[in-house]
T-cell receptor, first 108, second 111 residues
Framework: KNEVEQSPQNLTAQEGEFITINCSYS?????LHWLQQHPGGGIVSLFM???GKKKHGRLIATINIQEKHSSLHITASHPRDSAVYIC??????????FGAGTILRVKS | DTAVSQTPKYLVTQMGNDKSIKCEQN?????MYWYKQDSKKFLKIMFS???????INETVPNRFSPKSPDKAHLNLHINSLELGDSAVYFC??????????FGNGTRLTVT
């Protein structure tokens, strides 16, 4: 069992829908990261958080340290949001352990 | 442009060869990393350097050797390439305990 579990593995949504991707982890962490990998392959860091909630545009990330759970929400989804979303946790420093990713497809 | 740049983007080679992937960052970050993404898109850390000093060395065959000539460069040398080494290799950099900036990846295909 991976230390970082993401759900769902695949997600198809209609444009405009509210999307939630979940991440659960089993180890003590210093921070949790959400990354986005586009079909072209490049990886972009979306959020790094250790408590509470962060918002950037239509993206919101939350974390519950006690429950060892984080969610990534996308409001008013758009086809350009189609990508792989990866959750990763830092056990110490920036030694990241990654989830398997969630493949999101937003249809117009 | 400020970025993490890695070369080459694609690398096709035969089993048994020795190859290198280069990575440079001009973001002034102290820490650089190599990650491997397998055919199932699963990412794993391989190495991390902080100010030219190796700080993370995961269970990676010793055919893989990172070299950091200065804190802006972290190159990856791979000796005696095997079929199982085929993957996408990502370089990244960051200040300590901060979000990572990734290179665009090098797709290595060993035939």
């Amino acid at each position: 069992k991976n230390e970082v579990e993401q759900s769902p593995q695949n997600l198809t949504a209609q444009e405009g829908e509210f999307i939630t991707i979940n991440c659960s982890y089993s180890v003590g962490i210093s921070a949790l990261h959400w990354l986005q990998q586009h079909p072209g392959g490049g990886i972009v860091s979306l959020f790094m958080l250790s408590s509470g909630k962060k918002k950037h545009g239509r993206l919101i990330a939350t974390i519950n340290i006690q429950e060892k759970h984080s969610s990534l929400h996308i409001t008013a989804s758009h086809p350009r949001d189609s990508a792989v979303y990866i959750c990763a946790v830092s056990e110490y420093g920036n030694k990241l352990v990654f989830g398997a990713g969630t493949i999101l497809r937003v249809k117009s | 442009d400020t970025a993490v740049s890695q070369t080459p983007k694609y690398l096709v080679t035969q089993m048994g060869n020795d190859k290198s992937i280069k990575c440079e960052q001009n973001l002034g970050h102290d820490t650089m990393y190599w990650y491997k993404q397998d055919s199932k898109k699963f990412l794993k850390i391989m190495f991390s350097y902080n100010n030219k000093e190796l700080i993370i060395n995961e269970t990676v065959p010793n055919r893989f050797s990172p070299k950091s000539p200065d804190k802006a460069h972290l190159n990856l040398h791979i000796n005696s390439l095997e079929l199982g080494d085929s993957a996408v290799y990502f370089c990244a950099s960051s200040p300590y305990n901060s979000p990572l900036h990734f290179g665009n990846g090098t797709r290595l295909t060993v035939t």
